[in-house]
RNA sequence: GGAGAGAUGGCUGAGCGGUUGAAAGCACCGGUCUUGAAAACCGGCAACGGGGCAACUCGUUCGUGAGUUCGAAUCUCACUCUCUCCGCCA
């Protein structure tokens, strides 16, 4: 959500900034309502202020049992006036909200140019492709040989886009998450939570999901959606909050499941377990206080970063230029990590920063010498677990068919090393 | 699912239809005292929006939405949520 006094005061600087996010140019239309509304409004409270006044002499004239009927019948009057400029009022309000909630993040300055991810800048790599004396195979092609990864069970079950894992590949994954967690609680400062998987719509709609990206969302009936990442429930616990400064920076981890209709990926990666309409993810919040929000980007892309060095998988990190970036991101970098299988680079995580647009809409704040202002959100993978299985299978695959288990994971996994 | 109770400021909790934006306590901030801290005492302290360079001023807000009234935290209706008891149940 926009601060109107942004728009009012650089319309051109917004206009510039929702066109390199694919948007028109928007600020003559939101001033121009924005204007009536605010001179409805002005008329309106003098004559609520008239009708105050008014009531209290009628107050003080019938406790000492004099008539006040010419004092009534002149508010009876403004009433109807008052009736209609609410409604006037009303009505452009709602204009006004309706546009600004559907309008994008503005862009942190040091986002690159561009409009797909063609256009994304390499941030910097980490580590170098394995080298392997045979040709490496496909995630997939690895699990259901040995017979623990099942996609036709899966979509005997619940169709296409679900992936049944079993016996060890199915530990592997509760071994990753548990190693994430452990690292992101005890190394980088991150707080646990258990959180629901189903949300309302207030929820998805302080985060940004709604009310634009319903059709990428699983519903449950009634007011609950599932959840299609931990952002969610974890951002909005701030949400109506007036936080003490000495809460902040508040960092907080999540392992859920994750449910995702990918509407608009027809056709794409429907192989394998890379694209799923259910996964789960280690997901990383930090609610922070604005003049500390770049800084917790990249603190948060480092922790991100801390598992892959970890589990010594080569990944690079990309800036994402403005075309690419999220709804509510104003910055984000993604973690691509190197899959020999496949032969490319594939998103592992995805770290944004989305200053105080999240906390517009959930009306998150912070208590500073007396004064409320904005927090700051951001949110981070931290990582995608079945994400990381592939990648772990796929480079820890070995001639015979069989995979070792990263040392780290050693300990998560009975001290077997091997799968 | 059945029965009942409730929703007030950062939190707890008062509140006859008319200076109630709202008592009191806690928390927080400032001050006095102290070598320092604590305690004690004194003072301050809701949010959002409109107008104004500003001092300031006006409006709205007591779960949400409608309604009654000249006037609603207070009355009426609907909805949402929370709690207690019963039933069912991991």
């Known amino acids: 959500m926009h601060n109107i006094n942004y728009i009012r005061e ?3 600087e917004f206009d510039n900034a929702m066109k390199l996010r694919g948007e028109k140019s928007i600020s003559t239309k939101i001033l121009e309502i924005d204007k009536v509304k605010r001179e409805t ?6 004559i609520l202020s008239e009708r105050n006044k008014l009531s209290k002499e009628i107050g003080n004239l019938k406790s000492k049992n004099k008539d006040a009927n010419e004092q009534i019948s002149k508010v009876e009057e403004l009433k109807i006036k008052i009736n209609s400029l609410k409604e006037l009022e009303n009505i452009k309000e709602n204009e006004l909200n309706s546009i600004l909630i559907r309008l994008p993040n503005i862009p942190h300055k040091s986002v690159p140019n561009g409009k797909d991810e063609s256009d994304n800048l390499l941030y910097r790599e980490w580590g170098s492709k394995p080298e392997f004396s045979f040709s490496p195979k496909l995630h997939y092609e690895i699990g259901e040989n040995i017979g623990l990864i099942n996609f036709e069970y899966a979509t005997k079950l619940s169709g296409s886009r679900f992936v049944t894992l079993k016996n060890q590949i199915s530990k592997l994954e509760r071994s990753i998450s548990n190693f994430m967690l452990d690292k992101h609680t005890e190394e980088n400062g991150y707080v646990e939570y258990s ?3 189903l949300v309302k ?5 302080g985060t940004g999901q709604l009310p634009k990206f319903g059709e990428d969302l ?3 009936g009634d007011d609950h959606w599932l959840i299609p990442t931990a952002e969610v429930p974890l951002t909005n616990l701030v949400r109506n909050e007036i936080l003490n400064i000495n809460q902040l920076p508040m960092r907080s981890t999540s392992y859920t499941p994750c449910f995702r209709s990918e509407a608009g990926a027809a056709g794409k990666d429907t192989r394998g377990m890379l694209r799923q309409h259910q996964f789960t993810k280690v997901e990383l919040v930090s609610v922070v206080e ?5 800084d917790e980007l990249e603190r948060m892309l480092t922790c991100a970063e801390s598992i892959l060095k ?7 990190v990309m800036t994402l230029c403005n075309g690419d970036m999220g709804f509510s991101a104003k910055k984000t970098y993604d973690i691509e990590v190197w899959l020999p299988g496949e032969g490319k680079y594939r998103e592992i995580s995805s770290c944004s920063n989305c200053g105080d647009f999240q906390a517009r809409r959930m009306n998150a704040r912070y208590k500073n010498e007396d004064k409320n202002f904005f927090v700051h959100t ?4 931290g990582l995608a677990v079945g994400r990381t299985l592939i990648a772990i299978l796929e480079n820890y695959q070995m001639e015979d068919g069989n995979v070792e288990i990263p040392e780290v994971l050693i300990k998560y996994f009975n001290n077997k090393t091997l799968l």
């Open 195 to 197: 959180v629901p998987f």
């Open 218 to 220: 699983f519903t449950a």
């Open 378 to 381: 951001l949110n981070g993978s």
């Open 41 to 46: 409004q002005t008329v309106l409270q003098n």
């Open 10 to 12: 650089n319309p051109t």
């Open 310 to 316: 970890d589990l010594n998988i080569h990944y690079r």
């Open 201 to 205: 719509k207030e929820s998805l709609f």
């Open 290 to 294: 604005p003049h500390q929000s770049d």
